[in-house]
């Protein structure tokens, strides 16, 4: 607990303070109010935005809409609500529906759970709020195309798991959900293959959107703070920790090692006029233990990567390697020289990519020799000097 200080302890717990949930009794039309909330909950988590109104949008989602504006204009459903408004839905404004847009066969049905009225004007058939919840997850995800590509790491996982190079924890803070990272969530082994930059939601908590494989061929994108939740919520969830690691850096395999990863260092292809001014020093430097080329697929589309194609322009194989911790070391090393520059993500929010830094290629082959030889500790880069200089 000693790296996390009081303000990022605090917001670990706001979502989890109490140690045991209230139970509580809904009747059958708040169940109803709550089960349709639900659904306009996870049309935002896989849209990142609230449901709109427009003749040239999907039903279901101008349906959500509709509801959503009754709920908004209800006191007591916005009070019945409160606990399950996470993203902050019930306080924004009241979109207003255009004239003629709904079938009224569909506006009785979609408005019904929120009347008392005749049995025709109920709806029928509608879970219960915990019967949605606990069928949610498996409902959204997907199959997995390239499981083939992760398939390897399960079984070393599992294998890992067997003779103790890995054990698993219970999961404790949300710092713990990173790219690389392994689950055990809903009896499944899940791994954290991609995030995007994190971002701010509309409650002023970080959160980022990643793609998830679990173990028995699906994956699901999800948000990083509904993958804490269902960690916590799930008395069996835990965490499975790294491997306990080799020697920091070889640059050949020594006694039968096996080659562990990649140093990559990639340039970006964005028009951004900082960027396009300053292209031949502005470098992303990221450790993967994987294909680079599979590392950097789709990079067009995610704001870790400027929203824009990057070309590599050098890799350093590694052998025997925590990754993640050689990665943490370079970023360190350079922290200095950090590019600062906020993008808008694919769904507008500001983002501020991390693992960008200004600084020319030749040092970081400078710093990857030092790493070789162990002397990278005493070093980090000065952007005032353009160097690597000494600490000592």
């Not at 701010?200 to 679990?214: E, P, S």
């Amino acid at each position: 607990m000693s790296d996390f200080n009081l303000d990022d302890l605090a917001d670990e717990l706001a979502d989890f303070a109490p140690a045991k949930k209230k139970q509580t009794t809904y009747t059958a039309r708040e169940e109803r109010i709550i089960a349709g909330f639900e659904d306009i909950v996870r049309f935002f988590e896989e849209h990142g935005r609230a449901p709109q109104h427009g003749h040239g949008r999907d039903i279901f989602e101008r349906l959500y809409a509709v509801r959503l504006d009754r709920l908004r204009a209800q006191e007591d459903c916005r009070e019945l609500l409160s606990e399950f408004d996470r993203h902050g839905l019930l306080n924004a404004a009241t979109l207003t529906a255009e004239d003629g847009e709904l079938d009224v066969d569909d506006l009785a049905s979609e408005l019904a759970g929120l009347n008392d009225g005749d049995d025709i004007t109920r709806l029928r058939h509608v879970r219960s709020a915990e019967e949605k919840r606990a069928a949610d997850e498996i409902a959204r995800r997907d199959k997995c195309h390239d499981f083939d590509k992760f398939k390897p790491l399960f079984e070393q996982v599992k294998q890992d798991l067997a003779t103790g190079t890995r054990v698993t924890r219970p999961f404790e803070l949300k710092a713990e959900i990173r790219p690389g990272a392994f689950f055990i969530v809903g009896g499944l082994i899940s791994y954290v293959a991609e995030m995007d930059e994190i971002f701010t939601n509309a409650q002023g908590r970080t959160d980022a959107r990643m793609r998830v494989i679990f173990d028995n061929g699906t994956e699901s994108g999800m948000l990083m703070r509904s993958l804490q939740r269902q960690l916590h919520d799930d008395d069996a969830g835990r965490r499975i920790t790294d491997p306990a690691p080799g020697p920091l850096f070889a640059d050949r395999p020594e006694d039968g090692a096996t080659e562990a990863g990649t140093i990559y260092v990639l340039r970006s292809r964005s028009d951004h006029p900082f960027v396009a001014e300053h292209r031949d020093v502005i470098h992303k430097i990221g450790v993967t233990s994987g294909s680079v080329e599979t590392r950097i697929s789709g990079a067009e589309k995610s704001s870790t990567y400027l929203l824009a194609g990057v070309d590599v322009v050098a890799t350093y194989k590694v052998y025997g390697v925590n990754c993640q911790k050689l990665e943490s070391l370079l970023h360190r090393v350079f922290a200095e020289a950090q590019l600062d520059l906020s993008i808008p993500d694919r769904f507008g929010n500001a983002v501020k990519p991390r693992e960008w830094f200004v600084v020319p290629l030749a040092v970081v082959d400078e710093a990857v020799a030092r790493i070789r030889d162990r002397s990278i500790t005493a070093y980090r880069y000065s952007p005032n000097a353009g160097r690597l200089v000494s600490t000592a």
